[in-house]
């Protein structure tokens, strides 16, 4: 059985903490992997830069990505994982405070999973963060590794 990994890709340091507190308040203890821009993503999943030496089969089994990141912005990181056969079925939930409804339908064209907006309140967050960690997780059967 694969772990199940998380991949957060959030540039914000008080973001991915408020995250990780959510994760912990609703007891998702799965691995939780941050890149901090999305050029960084791309080298996680592609397996280049300083993670060139990542096992090919350890894919995250849930990709968080925020949208406004330096260097790669999140629309094309999305891009990018659903053109590469290897990384085309991986879950991706966008995970952003973007309220632009351009965003929104770009990102569903791309295919992501799900587009989530960051609510202010982090009991909300939390709660938001503790259902998509039990669906994505747990409930929902991922897809075959390539």
Do not use: C
Not at 113 to 119: D, G, L, Q, V
């Amino acid at each position: 059985m694969r772990t199940k990994t998380i991949l957060l890709v959030e540039d914000n340091p008080s973001d991915v903490e408020l995250t990780k507190r959510a994760f912990e308040k609703g007891r998702i203890t799965n691995e939780l992997v941050v890149a901090e821009d999305g050029q960084e993503a791309l080298d996680y999943l592609f397996r280049a830069g300083k993670h060139k030496d990542r096992p090919s089969g350890d894919m995250p089994t849930l990709i968080l990505l925020d949208l406004k990141l330096p260097k790669v912005d999140g629309l094309e990181v999305l891009r990018r994982v659903r053109s590469s056969e290897t990384t085309r079925r991986l879950p991706v939930v966008i995970l952003t405070s973007s309220k632009e409804e351009h965003d929104v339908a770009t990102s569903y064209d791309l295919g992501v999973n799900s587009y989530i907006r960051k609510p202010v309140d982090f009991h909300q967050f939390a709660d938001a963060v503790k259902h998509l960690g039990l669906y994505w997780l747990v409930i929902n059967e991922p897809p075959p590794i390539n």
